[in-house]
């Protein structure tokens, strides 16, 4: 079946322009996440969905940062007066979770490589 | 809090074997295992649960020491295929945070 599908794969924008990220979670996965990975790093939380409940938004760098989802489907990834440090690939990942992400597995988009100019 | 990961790199020859570890300061309810190749997104590898269940591939061997919050991914006769970056993300028990923090990584290359 299909997976995680995030859009643009990548992105070029100006310093202080505002951009939006998509992504398409795989059908029936109540859990999404946003991750950030600058050039060599590991993985950086950013928000996490579960179903109709409050995200947790305690990643989230900075108030220029925002997220949202509709119901279990698509969510979007908005940075606004984007800075030269927001360079970086952003991962969007969807599971299975119910109560936890602690027995179902992350499934990852390939990403949006975002470039601040 | 972010795990700690080590060694941060190995390179192997084909057929060697190698242990990356994954160390907690926090009682966790699982650890999962995913590689990531250059340019591509991290693929899931393996979960261990707290209890001693595992969810994963079956090539792929990992253990789950709860007392010591420690994880250790074993690689045995590895592959040209094995090569990529391997990360740990752990779920703690003492957060409300429902997202798995991950470690910065383990840049694995194995050699013809």
């Known amino acids: 079946g299909a997976g995680v599908s995030q859009s643009p794969s990548n992105k070029v924008t100006e310093k202080g322009k505002d951009v939006e990220l998509r992504c398409d979670p795989i059908?029936?996965?109540?859990?999404l996440y946003w991750y950030r990975q600058r050039l060599g790093q590991g993985l950086e939380f950013l928000i996490y969905?579960?179903?109709?409940?409050?995200?947790?938004k305690s990643g989230l760098p900075s108030d220029r940062f925002s997220a949202e989802r509709t119901g279990e489907s698509v969510s979007t990834l908005t940075i606004q007066r984007t800075q030269q440090e927001d360079s970086a690939v952003y991962l969007c990942?969807?599971?299975?979770?119910?109560?936890?992400?602690?027995?179902?597995?992350?499934?990852f988009g390939n990403g949006t490589r975002l470039t601040v100019t | 809090q972010q795990p700690v990961q080590s060694p941060q790199a190995v390179i192997l020859r084909e057929g060697e074997d190698a242990v990356i570890n994954c160390s907690s300061s926090?009682?966790?309810?699982?650890v999962h295992w995913y590689r990531q190749k250059h340019g591509e997104a991290p693929v899931f590898l393996m979960i261990l649960l707290k209890g001693g269940e595992q969810k994963g591939h079956e090539k792929i061997s990992a253990s789950f020491n709860e007392k010591k919050q420690q994880s250790s991914l074993y690689l045995t006769a590895s592959q040209l295929s094995y090569s990529g970056t391997y990360f740990c993300g752990t779920d703690p028990m003492d957060t409300g945070r429902r997202a798995l923090t991950f470690g910065s990584g383990t840049r694995l290359q194995v050699q013809p």
């Open positions: 990942a969807s599971s299975l979770a119910g109560q936890g992400i602690y027995n179902s597995p992350l499934h």
């Open positions: 969905f579960q179903g109709n409940s409050a995200p947790d």
């Open positions: 059908s029936g996965h109540t859990a």
């Open positions: 926090k009682a966790l309810y699982s």
